[in-house]
Structures are given as structure tokens and as C-alpha cells.
């Protein structure tokens, strides 16, 4: 599928042109960086949910250092684009924690944090999505694949970005047929019990925060140091995470 | 060694002793987990580095949603210690981000954020060590071991609390010889590259906030809700993180 064609198919969806906008752009990065669970293949799948393509997430309490958002029926898309832009446009003085209930679809959590740094905050991301992944030992999901992308600027160029799920394969693979059901398993074979873990405490920190119903938690804070420059040094080439 | 050894020795290496107090607790809860390499074990090694026993960490900056400390020469134990008795005394209405400076070592994080939860906080904790875990691809070590430690309060009981290195052992279980030098690594096996660029993306996060040297950096907050229980209903008796 090509960005124009996405963008009339959104269209057909009832989108407005400016939600269209923030979907493609979206998905067309997931494209670039070879994430094409998170890509244009996400559009059928939107097709069969049920939404109401005008809402627009809320924000309902704003402090300094602290933000709670709303869903308010969006899309997870659009509240974290409305958040990345609301706080490039008043960033924190030093640090601000959000939280965002009802936040689902919420894509490759690098994306949004990518643009964080890229406007020089530092930024740590996370958030829910269904259940998939079972404890090592076996009984029913407890947690979903809960990403955490951390993003750092850069002076020396693009900024640091670190996306890693907690599943061995996306719920996105699986959507795409790039991997099976049987896959999403917590990352890592016999250490599978630490990602595990990480997709646990992830899970509950959003949901003691956010409530039952999927969400996301951002931290944003103002560098006082620059330290990636000296990381790409000592790495010598390889390939650092976020790398193209 | 038996506590009463340990506080002996401590206060040999001329420690006074309400630090003792804070390192015979943190190293004894160390040993009934289990997790020696953060142990008794500890106080041979203390005895080999250049301290001063009377430094103690300084605040620097306080606001509601923002504080930063210096560790200004005492052990990381001792910062992570003031760091959580100054926020039960003083929780954040909503949320707060801490940064501490110089902070190192800083021991099994898992001890400082279950505090935090047993407080009625949520607490997520990472932090910097010598840089031990090198590309999957190979070359120079790159990254600390930088474990993330994650503790949610429930209303049913004891706190959850996941707490995991990205090595596949711990530099604690090398120094007591439980694990070879080279078993040091990103953990994962095939799936290594995550968490390499998990304890990549800790590290510049705690170095592009917290400087140069090793540090910390906290996010406590307090819950909106108690998800912990649900969690553990559904998990059916299963073992979850943090549970003894």
C-alpha cells in the first residue's frame, strides 16, 4: 500500500484530514524502519474496530511536573501525538511525568519519542495493550508485550533511541503473519523470566496509574549532559539502537 | 557472616552507626533473597575502595516534580537510603522525578522502590554501573548492567516488585564466583540485541540527566488505582516478581 492510497482508505474511514495526517505519518515511518506490523497493514485492522473517527483525546490535569490525559475514545495514535505536541510546544522547566488513560493503539512507541528527543528532551515511554504474554511456567496471558522506548538527543546528529518490546515477536508480526501465535512469549529463551518481569512491573505501573482500560506513561525531563556522542565513539560503527 | 560480624566490620572501616544501620539492612535483605552477590559479600569489597565514611549525599534541587541529589562521596546505598526516607516523609502530590548524582553502588534496586511501595508509592528506579556488557556484535564493553526496578503497592499484601539486570548474571555473582567474567553479557541468547538496548537506553538516561558519572534516576508516584490484586487472582498462585 502507498501513502496515497493509506491516506484515501483512512479518508473512507470518516478520519478527518488532519487525524488522517498523524495515522500515515505514523505508519509510513513503521514502513521505513522495517516495523511493518506497525505499518499500513494497521489500517485494515482500524477497519474492523469500532470508532468514532471524531474524537480527540482531553487533557485533564496539567501541573509542571505532572500531566493526565484522555483518550476520550481517540485513538492511542492521536493522544500520543497530541501529547508529543503539546509538550514540545511547553516543555517541562526540569521534568514532568504523563499519564495518559484510554490510550490504545499506540504503535511503535519509538516514533514517539524519537520526536521528543529530536526536540531535545529526554523521554521513556510505556504502555498497555491486550494480554499475550503467559509466565514461563505457563497458565493464562498476564501481561502485554508493554514496550519501553527511550529516546536521548544527540549532538552529534540523529538522537539514541531504544524501542524494545517485551515479546519475542510483536502482536504486529503476528498480525502480518511474519511470526505465529505461539511465538508471543516473553523475549529471551531460558532467561525468559526477566522480560517477563519487565512486562509485569511495566503492566502495573501503567495500570496503577492510568486505570484497567490500556494507557501510557511518559516521562520527559531536560538533558544536563550530552552523552551519545562519546557512546558512538566507543562503539566504533556498530550499529547503536534506534540506528537505521 | 552473620549480621553482628557485618556491623563489626563496618564500623572497623569507620562508618558511624546509623550508616551502618542502612548498609547491614540493605546487605541482609540482600542475603534472605538470595542474592548474595549483593550481600555480606559486599563489605570485603567496600573495604578495597578509597571512602570517606563520613560523606553523606546532599540535596541539591527541590521542587514538587523535580529533585536532584549529589552522592558528594558517600556510598550510592546511603544516597538511595536519604532519597527514600526524604519522599515517604515528603511524597509528591502527583509525581516526581529524582535524579541522583554520584550514586553509586546502589545494590539490588528492587530493596529501594519495595520501600517506596510499602510507602503507598509507585517507584520505578534505574541505575549506572562500570560499563560491563558489550555489543551482541562484539567489541569493548558498552553499558552497565543497569537494571530497571519497577514496585507497585497492593492493597491485598505485599508489594510487587520486578527488579532485572540486563546481564545475563550479575556482576555480584562474579565477584562471589558464581558466574564466570565471561557469562557477563546482555541477557536473551538470540534475543540479546534487546536487552543490550534496554541497558543501552537506561544508560543515556541516566547519564544525559545525571552526568558522567554513575547515577540514578527515580520516578515515584502515587496510584490512582490497585491493579496488583486482579494481577495475582489471574496468575493463580503462580510466582510473581518480587515474591519471596
Given amino acids: 500500500m502507498s501513502e496515497a492510497e493509506a491516506r484515501e482508505r483512512l479518508l473512507g474511514l470518516r478520519f478527518d ?44 490535569e496539567s501541573e509542571e511536573g505532572f500531566e493526565r490525559w484522555d483518550g476520550h475514545g481517540a485513538l492511542g495514535y492521536l493522544v500520543l501525538d497530541e501529547i508529543v505536541r503539546a509538550t514540545l510546544a511547553h ?47 505457563g497458565g493464562p496471558p498476564l501481561a502485554g508485550t508493554n514496550p519501553l522506548a527511550i529516546a536521548i538527543p544527540s549532538s552529534d546528529g540523529p538522537a539514541l533511541v531504544a524501542d524494545v518490546s517485551m515479546g519475542a515477536v510483536t502482536a504486529g508480526d503476528v498480525l502480518v503473519g511474519r511470526a505465529g501465535d505461539d511465538e508471543l512469549v516473553p523475549f529471551g529463551g531460558k532467561d525468559a523470566h526477566k522480560a517477563f518481569a519487565l512486562a509485569v512491573g511495566l503492566e502495573l505501573l501503567v495500570s496503577a496509574l492510568a486505570g484497567p482500560e490500556h494507557g501510557a506513561v511518559l516521562v520527559v525531563a531536560r538533558p544536563d549532559h550530552d552523552p551519545v556522542p562519546a557512546l558512538r565513539a566507543l562503539a566504533a560503527g556498530r550499529r547503536l539502537p534506534g540506528d537505521r
Same sequence: chains 1, 2.
Fill in 91 to 137: 516543555p517541562p522547566g526540569r521534568a514532568r511525568v504523563v499519564v495518559a488513560r484510554r490510550c490504545f493503539p499506540t504503535g511503535t512507541l519509538g516514533y514517539w519519542v524519537r520526536r521528543l528527543a529530536e526536540g531535545g528532551l529526554v523521554a521513556a515511554l510505556t504502555a498497555t495493550s491486550p494480554k499475550r504474554l503467559a509466565h514461563p511456567d
Fill in 17 to 60: 484530514a488532519d487525524v488522517v495526517d498523524v495515522l500515515v505519518a505514523h505508519f509510513a515511518d513503521a514502513e521505513r524502519r522495517g516495523k511493518v506490523g506497525h505499518g499500513f497493514a494497521r489500517i485494515e485492522w482500524l477497519a474492523t474496530l469500532e470508532l468514532d473517527p471524531s474524537a480527540r483525546p482531553v487533557l485533564v
